[in-house]
C-alpha cells in the first residue's frame, strides 16, 4: 500500500487500479480499512472506503457514498458547483432533492406518467456520470489538487452498471491529473473478470488473500420482518426515503422471507429506474419479476402487464430489440387477448419494433401493427381526451413510417392535424410534451430535406414549447450551421451545453462550428472535452487534427489523423492529410506511404497523384514522378492546373544537371 501511494505522490507513473481479490465480507472490508488507515493515510493520502454492491446501494452504490462524504465540504465551499451539476447530484442523492431542485427541468423530467410520451435515451445517464467525473475534477483540482486520493470500492464485482461505468470512467480520464488510485475488492475467482473490465482503462495489479468468508447480516427472519417494518413505517409513503431505503427493504423482506414485500418493493426499482432511463439496472430489478407476479398478483393481470410495459422498455431504451419483440409477442399477446384495450400500448410498440428500431426495417408490417392499434382505440371505452391523445399518437407513428419511404409532405401533414387535434380537443396544459415532439418531428423532416430555414422554424416552435431540452438547440444549431450562420449556430450549442449534463456530440458539433469560424484554438479545445468523453469519436478526432494542421501543429495534427485511421482505416482524406503533415515533417518515406494508401482507396483523386510526386521528386525519383503527373492530367484538371502539371512533368522528365531547376512545388 505504501509503495501504492509514494508511486503516485512522485508523479512517477499515472493513476494506478489494485485489486483485491478474497471472500467477500466484513473481513475483507477490514483488512482494506485497516490498509487505508495504516499504511495509506500516515503518508497524506485521503481515503475513501465505500461498497459498489448493487444490492445494498442501488445503482450508485458506491458513488453515492463517495459524493454524500463530499457534499458538505463542496456546499460550504464551492456552492456554485453544487448549483452547476444539480441533475447530476439529485440523480444520485435522491435525499437533497427536499432542498435542491433542477434548474433547467424539461417537459420530459415534468411530464405526469401517463404524458411521458418520449422516455429519456440511454446515454442521458451516462451524460450524469460524466458531470459526476467532471464536478469532483473542478472540486479537487482546487481544494486539494497535490493530495493523493485512494477510492476503495469493495464489492466492485457486484456493482450495477453506473456504479463499474463511473469509476472505470474516472479512472479513465482522470487518474493521473486528480492523483487517484482505485483499489477494488472482489471475491474470490472473481479477479481476473475485474482486470478484464478494468485494463481497458489502464495496467492493473492485483493481489489474491486467504481470508476467511465473513457475513456481512446476521439478522434471523424474525429480525429482519421487524426490521423491515420499522423502516416501512418511518418511510410512510415518502417516494424520496422509499427510494434511498430500496435496496435495504428488499434485502430485509428477502431474509425474511417474504417474497410478496419483495415482490412490490423490486417492481418499484424497475418503475422508478426505468422512468429515470437507468434501463440496465432496472431490468436487475426486474428480473423474475413476471414469476413472481404469477404468484403475488392473486389473478391480477393488470400487474403483470404494469411489469411488461416496464421490462419492453427498458430493453428498447438499450436497443435489445428481439428482446423486447419477444417479451411482446410471447406475453403481450396473451395478455391483449383478454385485455383489448391493452392493444392500443402493444400494438404501437410492435409497430416501433418493426419500423424503427430492427434492422432491416419491416414498414409495411410497422403500418399494419398501426392499424390494428387504431382499430382497437376506436373499440376502447376511452373519454374524450384519451381518444383524441391515443388517435394522434399512433398517426405520429404513420408520420416517421411515411418519412421514412420518403412521402415527406404527408409525414408533415400528418403531425400537423395531430397538433391541431390536440389544441381542439385539450386544454393548453394538457400533453405539452407531446405536442412539443410533434413540432420537433416536423422539424427533423424539414432538415432531412435540407429545408433548413423550415427546420429552424419549427425548432424554434419547439424550444417556445419546451425551452429547457438541451437537443432541440443541438438540433437547431446543426441547421444554422448548415446555412452558415456561425454564431447563431454557436449560441444554440453553447444553451444546449447549459442545459444538460456533458455529451460529446454538442460539444463536436460546437467545434465544428468554431472550425468554420477560423477560431482554431477554440474548436480544439470543444474537439478535446468531446474526445475526453467519448475518445474514439472519429468526427472530433478529424476535426481536431484539421484545426491542428492549421495552426502548423504538424505533431499533434498526425497522431489525431493516426488516431483516426485506427478506427476507420478506408478514410482516404485522413490518409492524404497525414502524408501532407509527414511531409511537413520531412518523413517523406512515411509520406509517400500515405499518399500510396490514399491513391490506393481513391485513384481518381487528381491532387494525390500530384502531391505524390511531389514526394516522390524530393527523394529523387523523377520517372514515377513524370508517371503520376501523367496519370493526373488524365483526369481532366482545369486549364489553369493543366499548364502547371505540364510545366512540372517537362521538369522532371529534363536532365537534372547543376543548372537545371526544377519546378517549385509543395504537398498541399
Known amino acids: 500500500m505504501a509503495e501504492f501511494v509514494r508511486e503516485q505522490r512522485t508523479g512517477d507513473s499515472p493513476g494506478r487500479i489494485l485489486i483485491v481479490e478474497a471472500a467477500a465480507g466484513r473481513n475483507r472490508r477490514r483488512w482494506v480499512a485497516n490498509r487505508l488507515q495504516q499504511e495509506a493515510a500516515p503518508l497524506g493520502a485521503r481515503t475513501f472506503l465505500v461498497s459498489c454492491d448493487f444490492e445494498s446501494g442501488g445503482p450508485w452504490a458506491g458513488v453515492s457514498q463517495l459524493f454524500a462524504n463530499l457534499l458538505p465540504e463542496m456546499q460550504a465551499n464551492r456552492p456554485e458547483l453544487i448549483e452547476h451539476h444539480d441533475v447530476e447530484l439529485t440523480n444520485i442523492l435522491p435525499q437533497i432533492r427536499r432542498s435542491l431542485k433542477p434548474r433547467n427541468a424539461s417537459l420530459t423530467d415534468v411530464a405526469p406518467e401517463h404524458e411521458r410520451t418520449r422516455n429519456y435515451p440511454a446515454d442521458r445517464a451516462f451524460r450524469s456520470v460524466h458531470g459526476l467525473i467532471d464536478l469532483l475534477d473542478s472540486w479537487k483540482s482546487g481544494a486539494s489538487a497535490d493530495q493523493v486520493w485512494i477510492i476503495a470500492c469493495d464489492d466492485y ?55 476467511p468468508a465473513g457475513p456481512d447480516t446476521v439478522e434471523d427472519s424474525a429480525t429482519a420482518a421487524r426490521l423491515a417494518s420499522e423502516l416501512e413505517e418511518r418511510i410512510g409513503g415518502d417516494d424520496v426515503e422509499t427510494q434511498i431505503h430500496l435496496p435495504e427493504l428488499i434485502r430485509l423482506w428477502r431474509l425474511a422471507g417474504r417474497s410478496d414485500k419483495v415482490f412490490w418493493h423490486r417492481y418499484l426499482g424497475l418503475d422508478t429506474y426505468n422512468n429515470l432511463g437507468l434501463y440496465s439496472d432496472a431490468l436487475r430489478y426486474g428480473d423474475g419479476l413476471l414469476e413472481l407476479a404469477a404468484q403475488h398478483s392473486l389473478g391480477d393481470e393488470t400487474w403483470r402487464w404494469a411489469i411488461l410495459l416496464k421490462l419492453i422498455m427498458s430493453h428498447i431504451g438499450l436497443q435489445h430489440v428481439e428482446t423486447a419483440m419477444k417479451l411482446a409477442e410471447e406475453e403481450g399477446l396473451k395478455l391483449v387477448e383478454h385485455h383489448p384495450d391493452w392493444g392500443i400500448e402493444l400494438y404501437y410498440a410492435m409497430a416501433m419494433f418493426y419500423a424503427r428500431y430492427r434492422k432491416p426495417r419491416d414498414l409495411v408490417k410497422g403500418e399494419e401493427y398501426l392499424e390494428r392499434g387504431l382499430a382497437a382505440i376506436a373499440q376502447a371505452n376511452l373519454s374524450e381526451i384519451e381518444f383524441q391523445f391515443s388517435y394522434v399518437y399512433n398517426r405520429n407513428g404513420l408520420a416517421m413510417i411515411r418519412n421514412s419511404q420518403g412521402r415527406h409532405q404527408e409525414a408533415i401533414d400528418l403531425c400537423r392535424r395531430g397538433i391541431a387535434r390536440l389544441n381542439a380537443h385539450l386544454g393548453p396544459a394538457q400533453h405539452r410534451l407531446h405536442r412539443s415532439v ?107 487534427a484539421k484545426a491542428h494542421e492549421e ?71 523523377y520517372h514515377e514522378a513524370a508517371i503520376d503527373l501523367q496519370a493526373s492530367l488524365l483526369l481532366d484538371p482545369s486549364e489553369e492546373d493543366r499548364r502547371v502539371l505540364e510545366a512540372r512533368l517537362e521538369a522532371v522528365l529534363r536532365p537534372v544537371s547543376g543548372e537545371d531547376q526544377l519546378i517549385e512545388s509543395t504537398v498541399s
Open 438 to 544: 410533434l413540432v420537433y418531428n416536423i422539424a427533423q423532416v424539414y432538415a432531412a430535406l435540407g429545408s433548413h430555414n423550415e427546420a429552424i422554424e419549427h425548432y424554434s416552435a419547439a424550444i417556445a414549447k419546451d425551452p429547457n431540452y438541451s437537443e432541440y438547440y443541438n438540433d437547431r444549431g446543426n441547421a444554422f450551421l448548415q446555412l452558415g450562420r456561425l454564431e447563431e449556430a454557436c449560441a444554440d450549442y453553447l444553451k444546449a451545453i447549459e442545459l444538460s449534463p456533458p455529451y460529446y456530440e454538442v460539444f463536436t458539433n460546437l467545434g465544428q462550428c468554431y472550425r468554420r469560424m477560423d477560431a482554431m484554438a477554440e474548436a480544439i479545445e470543444w474537439y478535446s472535452r468531446a474526445i475526453d468523453i467519448e475518445p474514439g469519436h472519429v468526427l472530433a478526432l478529424l476535426g481536431r
Open 551 to 621: 495552426l502548423g501543429h504538424v505533431t499533434e495534427a498526425i497522431s489525431d489523423y493516426t488516431a483516426v485511421l485506427a478506427r476507420d482505416p478506408e478514410l482516404w482524406e485522413a490518409v492524404a492529410s497525414r502524408g501532407v503533415m509527414h511531409y511537413e515533417a520531412g518523413n517523406l518515406h512515411a509520406s509517400l506511404a500515405d499518399f500510396d494508401r490514399a491513391i490506393e482507396l481513391r485513384p481518381g483523386q487528381g491532387d494525390l497523384y500530384q502531391n505524390r510526386a511531389t514526394v516522390l521528386t524530393d527523394l529523387g525519383r
Open 157 to 211: 464485482d457486484k456493482a450495477g452498471t453506473m456504479s463499474s461505468f463511473f469509476f472505470r470512467e474516472l479512472m479513465r480520464r482522470r487518474s493521473e491529473r486528480l492523483r487517484l488510485r482505485l483499489l477494488v475488492g472482489v471475491d474470490c475467482r472473481k479477479g481476473e473478470a475485474a482486470r478484464d473490465s478494468l485494463s481497458v482503462v489502464m495496467p492493473t495489479e492485483m493481489i489474491v488473500l486467504d481470508l
